[in-house]
T-cell receptor, first 116, second 113 residues
Framework: GENVEQHPSTLSVQEGDSAVIKCTYS??????FPWYKQELGKRPQLIID?????GEKKDQRIAVTLNKTAKHFSLHITETQPEDSAVYFC???????????????FGKGTHLIIQP | EPEVTQTPSHQVTQMGQEVILRCVPI?????FYWYRQILGQKVEFLVS????????KSEIFDDQFSVERPDGSNFTLKIRSTKLEDSAMYFC???????????FGEGSRLTVL
């Protein structure tokens, strides 16, 4: 089955600096890579996702890159703000053409701390 | 905006008791999922459900677990005889047609004493 590794487990950055979180996956059949933000006691919230047919996707201050050959993908947050403080999870799965998907395999999470 | 809803938000039960967690997925979604998250740990996939049957299940989803869609709206997770290690947050999710994007419910916190 799929195995997703995520690093670092904790990341502390100064407000306004950039943060990068990295994940690797093992199953070459995986083609869908979402990132979730989870605040304490809340549900995971999708912040960005990428499919294997593109190498990069950007949404305002958030970007994700994917290297299929190396089987790794990264989350980049620029101009970090205090409200970015949360736990971030990467995940991987296989999407099917009909809209279904294998269950997501999550990484262990990164606790992002934005220092004012 | 449509949401996945879950009940109860918190359930406390004694070890060995049966528990049913309920979910109402978003109405036009066809794929439904249960995930769990032990406190402080990652989210783990339990089971996926499509067309009234299980399409995939993880190693965690053993004979103590079952899922059902008893009517056109509800999707339930039953734990037959709860163990202490079943204490976790259980998230229901459904996925949008053709995109695969998962929408999570707010979760049901299960505490087994």
């Amino acid at each position: 089955g799929e195995n997703v590794e995520q690093h670092p487990s904790t990341l502390s950055v100064q407000e306004g600096d950039s943060a990068v979180i990295k994940c690797t996956y093992s199953d070459s059949a995986s083609n869908y890579f979402p990132w979730y933000k989870q605040e304490l006691g809340k549900r995971p919230q999708l912040i960005i996702d990428i499919r294997s047919n593109v190498g990069e996707k950007k949404d305002q201050r958030i970007a994700v890159t994917l290297n299929k050959t190396a089987k790794h993908f990264s989350l980049h947050i620029t101009e970090t703000q205090p409200e970015d403080s949360a736990v971030y999870f990467c995940a991987a799965s296989r999407l099917y053409s009909g809209g279904g998907a294998d269950g997501l395999t999550f990484g262990k999470g990164t606790h992002l701390i934005i220092q004012p | 905006e449509p949401e996945v809803t879950q009940t109860p938000s918190h359930q406390v039960t004694q070890m060995g008791q049966e528990v049913i967690l309920r979910c109402v997925p978003i109405s036009n979604h066809l794929y439904f999922y249960w995930y769990r998250q032990i406190l402080g740990q990652k989210v783990e996939f339990l089971v996926s459900f499509y067309n009234n049957e299980i399409s995939e299940k993880s190693e965690i989803f053993d004979d103590q677990f079952s899922v059902e869609r008893p009517d056109g709206s509800n999707f339930t997770l039953k734990i037959r005889s709860t163990k202490l290690e079943d204490s976790a947050m259980y998230f229901c999710a459904s996925s949008a047609p053709n995109t695969g994007e998962l929408f999570f419910g707010e979760g049901s916190r299960l505490t087994v004493l």
